[in-house]
């Protein structure tokens, strides 16, 4: 083995150009897979998600009714058990199967706070207030302008998610 000898150009330190281009590449790839992280869901679990969310203010206020309304109040506990658990295990299947198709997971850190934080703050009260107002009241519209409303704000959500993707691609 010679001594002093030249190290190999594949172990040699990229040029600053080169280093530059690299640079670029990583951030391009960051951004593209933080795009696709951030895309909507696929549209059938957008209509279970708004199906579950027009449902669930109907299924609550039964739920908290002050009396027998409708169904025995340990039927609506089952039927909020049940559509609860159906709607985490398709949560479940469609972030797998976004994962499959893009190999990037479902990511909501990514999802701009303008959009997230309004989000966070009504959907709850949107889902379990007008519940308590029917308990108070016993007028169930309260509870169907709750699901319209709920289902409304699924769509949109949806819609401004489809636009922020579009934008970002």
Not at 137 to 156: E, H, I, N, P
């Amino acid at each position: 083995m010679e001594t002093g000898a030249s190290v190999p150009d594949r172990y040699s330190p990229p040029t600053p150009d080169e280093a530059r281009a690299m640079l670029a590449e990583a951030a391009r790839i960051r951004a593209s897979a933080t795009a696709l992280s951030a895309t909507p869901w696929p549209t059938w679990f957008t209509t279970v998600l708004t199906a579950y969310t027009a449902a669930f203010p109907v299924v609550y206020g039964g739920l908290v009714a002050d009396e027998r309304w409708l169904l025995p109040e340990a039927a609506w506990g089952a039927v909020l058990l049940t559509i609860t658990a159906a709607y985490l295990v398709l949560l479940a299947v469609a972030a797998r199967s976004w994962r499959q198709r893009t190999g990037v997971a479902l990511r909501f850190d990514v999802l701009p706070r303008s959009v997230t934080v309004p989000l966070a703050i009504v959907m709850p009260a949107l889902l379990v207030g007008p519940a308590w107002v029917f308990r108070a009241t016993g007028q169930a519209g309260w509870l169907v302008a709750a699901s319209v409303a709920a289902a409304s704000v699924s769509v949109g959500f949806h819609l401004v998610f489809v636009r922020l993707h579009r934008k970002a691609s």
